[in-house]
């Protein structure tokens, strides 16, 4: 009691100490600990928060302040990311372990404050600390601000739908395997809807998630893809969907038959419960255009029609784009677009004054010995963006740049803003799969008008990207096939009303372009949102530097961060 009274009193201090944020301050408690279920006909040991999978939701308006207290009672560190909350000049409790913090030990304990601004809509929380994420993750409901509404008929019914990996083995483990041989991890044995694989796989019929629906009634359904390392496609049998939010944001809402929702991305959808009364399949299954390895098989779930009716022998199922099918996954992209009325304003950068051309690739490292390096030889697989593969500090990158009075040289060396060799990107036969390694960044000056285009690269083995900034959401401009033309792509750009998302989906063997204003200062964590490619390399850190106020400069530290000794 005397630690739970400690850390209580804590956050109570914490409240007051920044009761001039706008909107209502909200106390959570969460302890970190392994929690044993059944799943597959096998008892696996996972970690958890408060005894749960998915974890804990944190509910909240639009303008509040979240203070979380993470305890953590399991066997290894743990660091917790808020995910598409851009955290105004706090990327302190931002949780991106060695970039923002160093992991919480065991036994160990670390309040974060989470600072909601301008996102409206629904967001997750997940662990950033190696794989942790498969099992330790949630969701973030925020709802308009008092004496506002949601931009649609308020719905009769909110719930929200997780999709998640499962693994009978212990994921560390399966990381730990990949890291000790070079080589790809070993994929899940099961994809999840609301911590349930569904019918289709052993000993889970009985388990399966069901949503209760009323005819004539309409749903908002939150939907979250935290799966490690696949992108899907999600269908309800008979019944279109409205999507109307992503990422946080409202869209102008479109209907359609299907989702393509990659790893990190949230979507708003609104269900009409406008069929006969009876059972209805909704499916999940991946979308992979690649050669990787990946876990082909499909979750479902049910929705259940309340009422007298004779359950049906049949359940209607929907259909699917093939898996391979990019079109279907480009068209759904080019659907969102921003609301962009006066009650939704959105402001994208006109006046570039800073642009980064960045390459995507999976790659080889050649390894100084052979020790943890079986591929294709004396090597490993390793992931890039402008030829460079992340290296992971020691210690946390923030700590380091305020410790060094904000001075990037002294801590890491500067990414370059394109491709150290340019080359015929998406077609080339002959160009080196190897990469360097190293701590690069981007540094931005405060106001900065940035515009950032990724171009997948026919290197190693070619697919999609999931790519995810933290502490920002950005505009989706454009994308495309192919390599991006800089005298015709930009005339195609959408500057009206695109969406803006905190992650997207780079094509593989194209581009995507994105525009954002440097307007909050700090360490942000920007990466593959695939697991692997992300312990592979493909990320990188963008320092946004002080503006000349303290409003527009970085908060201090609190007065305890978790130790990196």
Known sequence: MGLISGVLGFIFLSALLFSKAQG??????????????????????????????????IHAQKGDTVFVTVQNDGPYGITIHWHGVRMPRNPWSDGPE????????????????????????TLWWHAHSDWSRATVHGAIKVFPANKTSYPYDE??????????????????????????????????????????????????????????????????????????????????????MTVVGSDGAYVKPFSTSYLFITPGQTMDVLVTA????????????????????????????????????????????????????????????????????????????????????????????????STGCTVDGNNKLAASLN??????????????????????SLIADELPNKPPTPFNYTTVANMSAYTSEGTQVITLNYGDEVEIVFQGTNIGATQNHPMHLHGYSFYLVGTGSADFDNGTDPGRFNLVDPPEVNTIAVPRKGWSAIRFKADNPGVWFMHCHFERHTTWGMSTVVIVKNGDTNETSMRPPPSYMPPCS
């Not at 998630?209 to 999600?234: H, P, Q, W």
């Not at 359940?315 to 659907?335: E, G, K, M, R, W």
């Not at 030829?387 to 410790?403: C, G, I, M, R």
Request: net charge negative; glycine share 4%.
């Open 24 to 57: 209502a301050i909200h106390n959570y408690y969460w302890v970190v600990k392994q929690t044993n279920f059944t799943k597959l006909c096998t008892t696996s040991t996972i970690l958890t928060v408060n005894d749960s999978y998915p974890g804990p939701e």
């Open 274 to 369: 406008n069929q006969t009364a009876s059972y209805y399949y909704m499916v999940l299954t991946p979308f992979l255009d690649t050669d990787s390895s990946y876990d082909n098989t499909t979750s479902r779930a049910l929705i259940k029609y309340t009422g007298n009716y004779t359950t049906p022998s049949s359940i209607p199922t929907p259909t699917f784009p093939n898996i391979s099918d990019s079109l279907p996954a480009q068209l759904f992209v080019v659907l969102l677009k921003s609301l962009a009325d006066s009650a939704h304003p959105i402001n994208v950068p006109q006046n570039i004054t800073r642009r980064i051309f960045m390459t995507v690739s999976v790659n080889l490292y050649a390894c100084p010995n």
């Open 98 to 121: 060695y970039i923002a913090q160093c992991p919480i030990k065991p036994g160990g304990n670390f309040t974060q404050e989470i600072n909601l601004s301008t996102e409206e809509g």
């Open 155 to 240: 719905p009769d019914g909110d719930q929200t739908i997780v999709f998640s990996s499962w693994y009978k083995s212990n994921v560390m483990d399966v990381l730990d395997e990949s890291i000790a041989t070079g080589g790809d991890p070993n994929v899940s044995d099961a994809y999840t809807i609301n911590g349930e694989p569904g019918d289709l796989y052993n000993c889970s019929a009985e388990s399966m998630y069901s949503l209760l629906v009323e005819t004539g009634k309409t749903y908002l359904l939150r939907i979250i893809n935290s799966i490690l390392n696949e992108e899907m496609f999600f269908a309800i049998a008979n019944h279109n």
């Open 387 to 408: 030829n460079n593969s992340f290296v992971f500090p020691s210690t946390a990158l923030l700590q380091q740049y305020y410790d060094n009075n904000y001075n990037v």
